[in-house]
């Protein structure tokens, strides 16, 4: 039925429960798992290129260990693990793109992640996702 | 004697709170900073002092030493004549044509002009190299191409505040050759005091620094020139040795965001009055667009020489017509040094801020290159790294 799931994960509470949620999915279906993350927030409108360039490196090894994490959760499970990708920019517009890069059948997501404080003005990411997403979206509580 | 721990209290509580603002909202704190400012002079009667002009003018140097020190000078060489002719245009149309505007049209006495036109004709590097490493475009030769020429126009910029105002004597002449002098020697003895020095608890290679960087300013406002002016050409000097050595320059941004900074651009924000900015808000709009118009007039003509793309050319435009850090240091020294008054001041340093935000949603909303195979390509070469590593693993 879903032969590829794509987990959105940003290491919060829910993001964890969703993951656990695909791999036992992933286990009774026998899908493939893929694991994507989206770094936000990378400073704009900085005064200096070196502030970007250090928050930059900060969430790269804030996303990198988070999905060392993710992955050795999954290899554990014995699931066929494909690919894992760290993203920058708009995190529900770049899952959106990445789910249709890689044509997969079921997003699972966290309801309530990192949104961030804009989240309450413009939206939450699982309100655009499930909303604008190319395939079947899992809203893990 | 006057109890400096009251105001530096407050100054610091200011600093703390807009700190943990820009983390909340994802924004750079110097934006927050001016806007706590904006809050501090216009509701909280917050004043300045000597010790705080102080920290806060050493915080404007250092910002714009770190500037010029970010520059790849690989990526400058590799595209010279396209950087320096985009940069150069980026510069001076904009730079000619506001200080026109405001002269004739708005009326603004000649140094007040000038001022306008050198605020205008402004580029943030960091503005636009944020927006670009969202898209990878920083690693392509469009977006190399684009960074260099924003360092060629940041340089006209602070050589056009050096020397426009200046009092051409015996100062300026011995500024001048000590600056010259100082670009040889900077990269020779920045290497020399690393392998003497490095690493250190008391910081050699910082204080050798903070060194050069007083003397320069002393001789500079000595000079009637400005002292971010020799900071800039410093840190470009010294781009080459920071590349190896990327430490000293953290520890550096560090110290200057922890302490100087906040005192800048909180101060630079403490000058803006709400009441003017209601008052001239159809002169900011006007001169938004003549920004962004003389930037295109300059730059988007080249875009097309250098056979770039419709939609490239409209980006890299826009993407020249930010400003922030330069804009808001050339109107900060236009006030200091009475050139301007704080309605002037008002409008041009809601025009920088407004020139960081509104190009750059447009550029990207509308005219972001599609490099889509690269994208893809790069997408692809980090997954497949990650799944090897996870099968090591």
């Not at chain 2, 001076?92 to 505007?101: E, R, T």
């Not at chain 2, 709009?285 to 930037?295: E, H, Q, Y």
């Not at chain 2, 056979?307 to 993407?319: D, I």
């Not at chain 2, 020249?320 to 050339?330: H, P, Q, V």
Request: charged fraction near 15%; charge should be positive; aromatic fraction near 10%.
């Amino acid at each position: 039925m879903f032969k590829l799931i794509l987990i959105a994960y940003d290491g919060s509470e829910y993001s964890k429960k969703a993951l656990l949620t695909s791999v036992s999915l992933a286990k009774a279906l026998g899908s493939e798992i893929a694991l994507v993350s989206v770094e936000e927030n990378v400073m704009h409108y900085a005064a200096d290129v070196g502030e970007v360039k250090q928050e930059k490196e900060r969430l790269n090894g804030l996303f990198q260990r988070l999905q060392r994490e993710a992955r050795e959760t999954i290899k554990l499970s014995g699931v066929d693990f494909i690919r894992a990708d760290i993203l920058v920019g708009n995190v529900p517009r770049a899952i959106i793109e990445h789910a249709k890069t890689i044509k997969c059948d079921l997003i699972v997501m966290g309801s309530s992640g990192r949104s961030g404080a804009w989240a309450g003005l413009l939206g939450t990411t699982v309100d655009k996702v499930s909303h604008h997403a190319p395939c079947a979206v899992l809203i893990v509580r | 004697m006057d109890n400096i721990w009251l105001p530096a209290r407050i100054w610091m509580t200011l600093a703390l709170a807009a700190s943990l603002i820009s983390i909340r909202l994802g924004i750079s704190v110097a934006l927050i900073e001016i806007l706590v400012g904006v809050i501090g002079g216009n509701f909280l009667n917050l004043r300045t002092m000597p010790w705080i002009d102080f920290l806060a003018g050493f915080g404007a140097v250092l910002l714009t030493f770190l500037a010029g020190a970010e520059i790849e000078p690989s990526a400058f060489r590799r595209n010279l004549k396209k950087s320096l002719s985009i940069g150069l245009l980026s510069f001076l149309v904009p730079f000619i044509a506001a200080g026109f505007f405001a002269y004739f049209v708005m009326g603004w006495d000649l140094k007040a002009s000038e001022i306008a036109g050198i605020a205008l004709s402004t580029t943030s590097v960091a503005v636009v190299y944020a927006v670009m490493i969202e898209s990878k475009l920083n690693e392509t030769n469009l977006g190399k191409l684009i960074l260099a020429a924003c360092f060629v126009t940041d340089l006209g910029t602070v050589l056009a505040l050096g020397i426009i105002f200046a009092k051409f004597d015996w100062w300026m002449l011995i500024f001048a050759l000590v600056t010259g002098f100082s670009l040889w020697l900077v990269p020779k003895s920045l290497r020399w005091v690393a392998s003497r020095w490095g690493s250190r608890v008391s910081e050699p290679g910082i204080k050798f620094i903070m060194l050069g960087l007083f003397l320069l300013g002393w001789l500079a406002t000595t000079a009637r020139s400005e002292a971010v002016l020799p900071a800039y050409l410093i840190g470009l000097g010294a781009a080459g040795s920071f590349t190896s050595d990327r430490a000293l320059l953290t520890r550096i941004r560090t110290m200057a965001f922890a302490v100087f900074t906040p005192f800048y651009f909180i101060r630079a924000g403490m000058y803006i009055s709400l009441a003017a900015l209601v008052l001239s808000f159809g002169w900011i709009m006007v001169l938004l667009c003549v920004k962004v118009g003389t930037k295109y007039l300059g730059v988007f003509p080249l875009a097309k020489v250098y056979k770039m793309n419709v939609r490239e050319g409209h980006y890299t435009t826009l993407l020249m017509s930010t400003g922030l850090t330069f804009g808001s240091i050339s109107a900060l020294f236009g006030l200091t040094n009475h050139y301007i008054d704080q309605f002037q001041y008002t409008v041009l340093v809601t025009v920088v801020i407004g020139s960081a935000l509104i190009p750059t949603i447009i550029a990207q909303s509308f005219f972001k290159p599609r490099p889509l195979a690269l994208d893809e390509k790069v997408i692809m070469t980090e997954s497949v790294a990650d799944v090897e590593d996870g099968n090591k693993e």
